[in-house]
Nanobody
Framework: QVQLVESGGGLVQPGGSLRLSCAASGSRISIYAMGWYRQAPGKQRELVATITTARDTSYVDSVKGRFTISRDNTKNTVYLQMNSLKPTDTAVYYC?????????????WGQGTQVTVSS
């Protein structure tokens, strides 16, 4: 079992920055692929960024060049640095931990943190 707790959300003006953190407990995240998802009101949850155990990263096109995902396995924490924020980035952001073992998928979620981009 992995417990994930997000923090760092809030209200920011367009063009501003935020850094989200996802602190894990219950297991070492070094064996998990980690991701950030977001869900805006009335929309489906979408994948924003992922980082593998080998630290390979991927991003949805709408955030490329603006967001950076990183992991610190020694702190058991994953981060999402968000720059040049836009109103369309407004959403609840969720942290995810994922791995497969012997054909079984293990998928864990945090409770989410609200990000609001508005002037």
């Amino acid at each position: 079992q992995v417990q994930l707790v997000e923090s760092g959300g809030g209200l920011v003006q367009p063009g501003g920055s935020l850094r989200l953190s996802c602190a894990a407990s219950g297991s070492r995240i070094s064996i998990y692929a980690m991701g950030w998802y977001r869900q805006a009101p009335g929309k489906q949850r979408e994948l924003v960024a992922t980082i593998t155990t080998a630290r390979d990263t991927s991003y949805v096109d709408s955030v490329k060049g603006r967001f950076t995902i990183s992991r610190d396995n020694t702190k058991n924490t994953v981060y999402l640095q968000m720059n040049s924020l836009k109103p369309t980035d407004t959403a609840v952001y969720y942290c995810n931990a994922y791995k497969t073992s012997s054909g079984t998928a293990y998928n864990y979620w945090g409770q989410g943190t609200q990000v609001t981009v508005s002037s």
